[in-house]
């Protein structure tokens, strides 16, 4: 289409009554561990013309010819020719982009992109961004990802992309300029709170394969189930990984840690399947938005698959949206503590909606809700324990010139001789001994639950 043409449609459409009518009949989903992506709803059914108008408005002609006049000077004055699909497709970026961000328009190729990353496995580093005040934010590295391996940790900025600043640039664009050849270098220049120069770091593009949910026995009794993003498959996994918990725990399940550090988000039928797993009944969260299809509400289903066993969740700045959820959930419905840091803050919804051109836009429609009504919003979720970011080395050994009443010359025996001194030692303290200096938070948390557990058994009835 020229430009004269382009004018005349636009001045003609100015004349008509406008009508908005939603693209797609699916329920809203959140964002998988996939940079700058989220996970798309089912195709339309309809196209958007064929849909019975939902509200009717009058176009406002004088933004409308001031949108006209700047596409002519343009396409005139500008020191390049461009095209007119350029620059209506950089229109229609900029009027999503602005609103928030977390909404984008999906060309054809970042729209099939997105479709393949809900398989779990796509090309790139293996992070999750944003924008924040023009600049490209991480939300979170992905486990076992070459982001994750080179260091790079929640919070951080890029400002840098193989030498070109970032500033202004979408998250998109971003995300294109991060993907490429499987083994393929690129250069991250970013900053971190606390150090006062950009850190340079090259990555290798890897294959990333993204295994969601991961399990293992921290001490007799006690699992460890660490959730790294929510895919349509997690929820079945994770009840699998947590059936298996059970087995290998002789004598039942005493406790489980939650790990959601640095986990991104993703789908959110999948963070609903994860609370509920830990809840009998009532309401895990609502959502509200504009139209109806964006008020939303999910409620739990027995049984509590671990029996009401004490149950800790872990969380930091890396946990966002779907993380959230579940989080907000487990706290307001007091099935879990709490330990870490507060969360990201991401509380609403995208949707995709399929548009006739093989491409779509991701579009937030609903904020959701906790149970208790709490917002995330912005705020993110406060733990019921702060354990602050801190490294942990281990103390050197006990000086030998100290003694015990054991060493004293003519001391009493104990009448139970060893017994009890063996009973004390199958702890599992000697599985965990190093974890207090490669996972503080988790060894704080382990430590919670077993007393947690403790508490519990001292509380229980006596048996007749």
Same mark, same amino acid.
């Given at each position: 289409?020229?430009?004269?043409?382009?004018?005349?449609?636009?001045?003609?459409?100015?004349?008509? #009554? $406008?009508?908005?009518?939603? =693209?797609?009949?699916?329920?809203?989903?959140?964002?998988?561990?996939?940079?700058?992506?989220?996970?798309?709803?089912?195709?339309?059914?309809?196209?958007?013309?064929?849909?019975?108008?939902?509200?009717?408005?009058?176009?406002?002609?004088?933004?409308?010819?001031?949108?006209?006049?700047?596409?002519?000077?343009?396409?005139?004055?500008?020191?390049?020719?461009?095209?007119?699909?350029?620059?209506?497709?950089?229109?229609?970026?900029?009027?999503?982009?602005?609103?928030?961000?977390?909404?984008?328009?999906?060309?054809?190729?970042?729209?099939?992109?997105? #479709?393949?990353?809900?398989?779990?496995?796509?090309?790139?580093?293996?992070?999750?961004?944003?924008?924040?005040?023009?600049?490209?934010?991480?939300?979170?590295?992905?486990?076992?990802?070459?982001?994750?391996?080179?260091?790079?940790?929640? $919070?951080?900025?890029?400002?840098?992309?193989?030498?070109?600043?970032?500033?202004?640039?979408?998250?998109?664009?971003?995300?294109?300029?991060?993907?490429?050849?499987?083994?393929?270098?690129?250069?991250?220049?970013?900053?971190?709170?606390?150090?006062?120069?950009?850190?340079? &770091?090259?990555?290798?593009?890897?294959?990333?394969?993204?295994?969601?949910?991961?399990?293992?026995?921290? =001490?007799?009794?006690?699992?460890?189930?660490?959730?790294?993003?929510?895919?349509?498959?997690? $929820?079945?996994?994770?009840?699998?990984?947590?059936?298996?918990?059970?087995?290998?725990?002789?004598?039942?399940?005493?406790?489980?840690?939650?790990?959601?550090?640095?986990?991104?988000?993703?789908?959110?039928?999948?963070?609903?399947?994860?609370?509920? =797993?830990?809840?009998?009944?009532?309401?895990?969260?609502?959502?509200?938005?504009?139209?109806?299809?964006?008020?939303?509400?999910?409620?739990?289903?027995?049984?509590?698959?671990?029996?009401?066993?004490?149950?800790?969740?872990?969380?930091?700045?890396?946990?966002?949206?779907?993380?959230?959820?579940?989080?907000?959930?487990?706290?307001?419905?007091?099935? =879990?503590?709490?330990?870490?840091?507060?969360?990201?803050?991401?509380?609403?919804?995208?949707?995709?909606?399929?548009?006739?051109?093989?491409?779509?836009?991701?579009?937030?429609?609903?904020?959701?809700?906790?149970?208790?009504?709490?917002?995330?919003?912005?705020?993110?979720?406060?733990?019921?324990?702060?354990?602050?970011?801190?490294?942990?080395?281990?103390?050197?050994?006990?000086?030998?010139?100290?003694?015990?009443?054991?060493?004293?010359?003519?001391? &009493?025996?104990?009448?139970?001789?060893?017994?009890?001194?063996?009973?004390?030692?199958?702890?599992?303290?000697?599985?965990?001994?190093?974890?207090?200096?490669?996972?503080?938070?988790?060894?704080?948390? &382990?430590?919670?639950?077993?007393?947690?557990?403790?508490?519990?058994?001292?509380?229980?009835?006596?048996?007749?």
């Amino acid at each position: 289409m020229k430009a004269g043409a382009f004018i005349k449609a636009i001045i003609a459409l100015t004349l008509l #009554q $406008g009508t908005a009518a939603r =693209a797609d009949d699916a329920a809203p989903a959140e964002s998988p561990a996939k940079p700058g992506t989220e996970v798309p709803v089912a195709p339309a059914t309809q196209s958007a013309e064929s849909q019975p108008a939902t509200e009717a408005e009058t176009l406002p002609l004088d933004d409308l010819r001031v949108f006209v006049e700047v596409f002519h000077k343009v396409k005139r004055d500008y020191v390049e020719d461009v095209s007119d699909r350029k620059l209506l497709e950089n229109a229609i970026k900029g009027m999503l982009e602005g609103l928030d961000p977390h909404s984008a328009y999906l060309d054809g190729e970042a729209y099939t992109e997105l #479709q393949e990353g809900t398989s779990g496995e796509f090309g790139g580093l293996g992070i999750e961004i944003g924008t924040e005040d023009g600049l490209i934010k991480i939300i979170s590295p992905i486990d076992d990802t070459p982001a994750s391996r080179a260091g790079i940790q929640a $919070g951080d900025t890029i400002v840098r992309l193989d030498g070109v600043p970032v500033r202004g640039m979408s998250v998109n664009d971003a995300v294109k300029k991060m993907r490429g050849e499987v083994g393929s270098a690129i250069e991250l220049t970013i900053m971190r709170e606390g150090t006062a120069k950009p850190l340079e &770091l090259t990555l290798v593009r890897d294959l990333i394969k993204i295994r969601s949910v991961r399990s293992r026995e921290l =001490a007799p009794g006690f699992g460890y189930l660490r959730v790294s993003a929510f895919q349509a498959t997690t $929820g079945d996994d994770f009840v699998k990984e947590l059936e298996k918990l059970k087995q290998d725990a002789k004598g039942g399940l005493k406790g489980l840690v939650l790990d959601l550090r640095n986990n991104p988000g993703g789908v959110l039928g999948a963070a609903v399947a994860i609370s509920d =797993a830990f809840l009998d009944a009532g309401r895990i969260v609502y959502t509200e938005g504009r139209v109806a299809d964006a008020k939303m509400s999910f409620e739990a289903k027995p049984p509590d698959l671990i029996d009401g066993a004490p149950l800790v969740v872990l969380i930091n700045e890396g946990s966002a949206s779907a993380s959230e959820i579940v989080a907000g959930a487990l706290q307001d419905r007091q099935r =879990a503590v709490l330990m870490g840091r507060r969360t990201f803050g991401k509380g609403s919804v995208q949707t995709i909606l399929p548009m006739n051109n093989k491409a779509a836009i991701k579009i937030t429609t609903a904020r959701y809700f906790t149970p208790n009504g709490r917002s995330i919003q912005a705020e993110g979720v406060e733990p019921d324990i702060v354990i602050d970011r801190m490294e942990v080395q281990a103390q050197k050994a006990a000086d030998a010139s100290l003694v015990n009443e054991a060493q004293l010359e003519g001391h &009493l025996d104990n009448p139970n001789g060893k017994k009890g001194a063996k009973t004390r030692k199958s702890s599992g303290k000697e599985a965990t001994k190093d974890l207090a200096t490669t996972d503080y938070e988790l060894h704080e948390a &382990l430590n919670l639950l077993k007393g947690m557990s403790l508490l519990k058994t001292r509380q229980a009835p006596a048996s007749p």
